[in-house]
C-alpha cells in the first residue's frame, strides 16, 4: 500500500512526523480541550510556502475562519508588522488567534527529498521550489543574491539563509538542512512580530503550531513534522 510505504520512507528523515490530517485533529483537540479555546470562533493565519500543494495538506483550513496568509516563498511571513497588526485587528469577537507556519519538503516513494509528483503532471518536480532553487545557487560559492523588485520575495529568502550556506551545503542531506535552516527564521519571525504588536490583539492568549510540511503523491495524505506547539500569553511578552 502506497501511503504505509511513504510512512516509511517520511519517518525515515521525519520520524515524528503525522499525517497531516490526523495532526490537525490532534490539535485542534489540545486547544480547545486542554487550553479552553473555542476552536468555532478561532481565526487562523498561516506562514506557509505560497505553493498550491500546501493548500489541502491539512484539515485546519476547513474547520477554523481564514486563513489570513502571512506566508510568501518558503514561508516567510512577508507582511511584517503591518500584516501581523491586521490579522489581530481581524479576530472575530470574543474568539481566538492560530498561526500554522514553516516551510515545506517533498518526497517521492523512492525517498528523494526536495522533489515530488503534482496532481495532473507526469514528471517529478522540486518541492518547495524556492528552496530547491535557492539550494541550487548556494552551489556556486561566488553567488550573492541580490535584492530587487522584480524577484523580491526569493531574493530575501536567499538573503536569510545565505549565512548559513556552507553547514547547508556541506550537510548529509542539504535538501532537508535548507528546509530546517527556513523553519527557524519562519518561526523566529513569526515570535518577533507578535511581541512587537501584542498590543494590537484584543485577546490573552494565542496558539502557535509550528514544524514542516511534508508533501507526498497525489492520493497519499501529507505529512507534517510538529517541531512547536504553545500557547502564549500576550499579557506576559
Known amino acids: 500500500m502506497l501511503q504505509k510505504k511513504f510512512d516509511e520512507i517520511v519517518k525515515t528523515h521525519f520520524p515524528n512526523a503525522m499525517d497531516a490530517k490526523d495532526t490537525s485533529i490532534h490539535y485542534l483537540g489540545k486547544m480547545q480541550l486542554e487550553h479552553g479555546i473555542d476552536v468555532s470562533k478561532a481565526l487562523m493565519a498561516t506562514s506557509v510556502c505560497s505553493d498550491d500543494i500546501n493548500v489541502p495538506s491539512t484539515t485546519f483550513f476547513n474547520v477554523l475562519f481564514g486563513p489570513f496568509v502571512m506566508g510568501g516563498l518558503g514561508g516567510i511571513p512577508f507582511v511584517g508588522q503591518t500584516g501581523m497588526t491586521a490579522f489581530a485587528h481581524h479576530i472575530p469577537d470574543d474568539g481566538s488567534a492560530f498561526f500554522f507556519y514553516g516551510p515545506h519538503i517533498g518526497v517521492t516513494s523512492d525517498g528523494e527529498l526536495g522533489k515530488m509528483y503534482r496532481p495532473g503532471q507526469e514528471n517529478k518536480g522540486n518541492s518547495c521550489g524556492?528552496?530547491?532553487?535557492?539550494?541550487?545557487?548556494?552551489?556556486?560559492?561566488?553567488?550573492?543574491?541580490?535584492?530587487?523588485?522584480?524577484?523580491?520575495?526569493?531574493?530575501?529568502?536567499?538573503?536569510?539563509?545565505?549565512?548559513?550556506?556552507?553547514?547547508?551545503?556541506?550537510?548529509?542531506?542539504?535538501?532537508?538542512?535548507?528546509?530546517?535552516?527556513?523553519?527557524?527564521?519562519?518561526?523566529?519571525?513569526?515570535?518577533?512580530?507578535i511581541k512587537t504588536c501584542k498590543s494590537e490583539f484584543p485577546v490573552d492568549k494565542v496558539a502557535l503550531l509550528g514544524g514542516i510540511i511534508i508533501n507526498t503523491d497525489p492520493g497519499t495524505d501529507d505529512y507534517f513534522d510538529a517541531r512547536n506547539f504553545e500557547i502564549i500569553d500576550i499579557n506576559t511578552l
Open 130 to 193: 524556492a528552496l530547491m532553487l535557492a539550494l541550487s545557487r548556494f552551489q556556486d560559492g561566488s553567488y550573492k543574491p541580490v535584492l530587487h523588485d522584480d524577484d523580491y520575495q526569493q531574493m530575501k529568502l536567499e538573503q536569510s539563509l545565505i549565512s548559513q550556506r556552507e553547514d547547508i551545503i556541506n550537510s548529509e542531506n542539504p535538501q532537508k538542512a535548507i528546509t530546517e535552516a527556513t523553519y527557524e527564521i519562519i518561526d523566529k519571525k513569526i515570535h518577533e512580530y
